[in-house]
């Protein structure tokens, strides 16, 4: 953590946006004691949307602010260790030529020290309440832009832009077209285009996400810099880094995507994007789950798997874990059974004494549709009745945007994309 109440040496990676980029300035290595933070600020769950939005309106502030004395930043809302399961943040930030170790996150910068000393500006972007536990940063919010619905109270002192929009990157981008045009360049373009084209599902009415003002200002990226990527690659190569774990370890893979149930048992349920069979595998997976739910105190642990076939069809599986076999048994035996919706469980084999497999007949049913069932084994052990307090407990990271866990859009696969559009998009992605 930084000290920002008796001056603080911030390092140039972290404090900058985007290091060995001519277009991006880099700022002194000392921050004299005093001087203020504008900290542009996105949402805790840290998706590409609030990751490029917060970077690009710092970079626009840092240029068009006019206030030398106060160092405009963008903060991402995660501890640094965390941007390893965001892989398509990472893939994005590759693809543009920048480093994560240019980057500053939310363990690195006391805030509430800031707000204390009386240094702190703070602009939300891609939401427009702080969160209870960031409470005490309220009287430091200077701006907010957002595309979700407005819960936030009218101030004189606070301009509000809300609108909604497909993508908070939409509006961002109308800001720097409207009143700094000179600020965008090709590099900074990419990063708007590609978080638009993911949070609007590649600009597809179907989807139900694009609005014409998305499409309008992705139609402005596209012709102010004709050699951005072509829109359907570039979404397919987004869609298939965010689903990618090959570089996680077990636990990494388990709170990538992972919600949780209180009450008479603790219960996690976590999102994987591979086929079960290949999870099963892991070596030491086992003990590995099992050091899993002491760390956590979990009773017990449900993997719900989503993959895909050739033809882009969903492949839906379903495990438990738990160190009680009945307890194991008991969930496994009310999901069997359960009929609204009914899931089709058909058990596989599986490596693991300590595992109970299944392939997911209904290939709709979504973490969505799993999560209620959950609940209502929960409270009938409890001895609950409908209304009361289900104990749910969301966990860093939220669940992605676009996530096909929660019954999005793309359920039924990522769109069809061509061989031909594939290589064109990677000849156009080289890396600057």
Known sequence: MLDVENGMTLDASCRMLFTGCPSFPQASAELPSGRPLHVVLGNEACDLDSMVSSLAYAYFLSKTCGDESALSVPLLNIRREELALRSDNVFLLHQAGLSPDSLLFRDQLDLEALRRAGRLRLTLVDHNVLPSSDADLEGAVVE??????????????????????????????????????????????????????????????????????????????????????????????????????????????????????????????????????????????????????????????????????????????????????????????????????????????????????YHQGNAL??????????????????????????GEEGRVPPTPANSLVEGCPLDAGPPPISAHALHDMFSKMAPH
């Open 144 to 357: 907010v832009i957002d595309h979700h619905a407005l819960e936030r109270a009218p101030s004189p002192t606070c301009p509000v832009t809300v609108e909604t929009v497909g993508s908070c990157a939409t509006l961002v981008t109308e800001r720097l077209i409207q009143k700094a045009p000179q600020v965008l360049d090709r590099q900074l373009a990419q990063l708007l285009y590609a978080t638009i084209l993911t949070d609007c599902v590649n600009m597809a009415p179907a989807a139900g996400k694009v609005t014409p003002k998305d499409s309008q200002y992705a139609a402005a990226l596209e012709a102010r810099f004709p050699s951005l990527p072509p829109r359907a690659a570039l979404f397919q190569a987004l869609h298939n880094a965010k689903f990618d774990v090959s570089g996680l370890n077990t636990e990494q893979m388990l709170v990538k995507d992972m919600k949780m149930l209180k009450g008479s048992l603790s219960m996690a349920i976590c999102v994987l994007f591979l086929p079960l069979e290949a999870f099963l595998q892991r070596a030491e997976l086992e003990a590995e789950l099992s050091s899993f739910c002491r760390k956590l105190a979990l009773d017990v642990l449900v993997l719900m798997s989503i993959s895909f076939t050739e033809d882009k069809r969903p492949i839906r599986e379903l495990a438990l874990f738990s160190h009680s076999a009945p307890c194991r048994e008991q969930v496994s035996h009310f999901l069997e059974q359960a009929g609204d919706p009914a899931l089709d469980l058909r058990p596989i084999s599986s490596p693991h004494a300590g595992v109970a497999a």
């Open 365 to 390: 049913a979504s973490r969505k549709k799993l999560l209620p069932l959950l609940k209502d084994f929960v409270r009938a052990r409890d001895g609950h009745h409908d209304g009361e307090d289900d």
